[in-house]
T-cell receptor
């Protein structure tokens, strides 16, 4: 299957700092990338959907000014958590779709964020 | 009411046992249905799609009842490596994940 990578795999930061997470599709062109968040013992929740070259579409309740998404190329999307706070500590997972079979999403390994 | 509901478990079963998980969804307009497997601190991985006619993949059998908005997963001859959390996933205009059912297979 298609391979999606994320970097970093984990990050610990102080409250108030910004954290950038990268999501890359390694062997296919991802026209659409998705960003999810999963809190302990909860389900994955979609945060936003991004299409290459256009603005991301955010789910209700997700602050677009706090979670900045950039999808500048067909193989790279970034999520920046600006001024992170302890309540932002979570498991962030991206997925990518080539759009050929839209419902097939390939998930990255996730980034675990801990904000102190 | 959650869009996708699952019994969180855990289900503790011995090796070789048969175990069944159930899931209900609230949106009758849902288009596609899946079971994913998620290991601890890992990303979810697609186990199988679920079709109205029912489908089987080795030891795994999935069923969908659109009238009842009910999805099931049956695992036969459980193995230690089956221990994981099984996520019921429904697609409307996006993927909606259940919270998962934890399975622990013991020797």
């Amino acid at each position: 299957g298609a391979v999606v990578s994320q970097h970093p795999s984990w990050v610990i930061c102080k409250s108030g700092t910004s954290v950038k997470i990268e999501c890359r599709s390694l062997d296919f062109q991802a026209t659409t990338m998705f960003w999810y968040r999963q809190f302990p013992k909860q389900s994955l929740m979609l945060m936003a959907t991004s299409n290459e070259g256009s603005k991301a579409t955010y789910e209700q309740g997700v602050e677009k000014d706090k979670f900045l998404i950039n999808h500048a190329s067909l193989t790279l999307s970034t999520l920046t958590v600006t001024s992170a706070h302890p309540e932002d500590s979570s498991f962030y997972i991206c997925s990518a779709s080539s759009g050929v079979v839209r419902e097939t999403q390939y998930f990255g390994p996730g980034t675990r964020l801990l904000v102190l | 009411r959650k869009e996708v509901e699952q019994d969180p478990g855990p289900f503790n079963v011995p090796e070789g046992a048969t175990v069944a998980f159930n899931c209900t969804y609230s949106n009758s307009a849902s288009q596609s249905f899946f079971w994913y497997r998620q290991d601890c601190r890992k990303e979810p991985k697609l186990l199988m799609s679920v079709y109205s006619s029912g489908n089987e993949d080795g030891r795994f059998t999935a069923q969908l009842n659109r009238a009842s908005q009910y999805i099931s997963l049956l695992i036969r001859v459980s193995q230690l490596s089956d221990s994981a959390t099984y996520l019921c996933v429904v697609r409307t205009d996006k993927l909606i994940f259940g919270t998962g059912t934890r399975l622990q297979v013991f020797p």
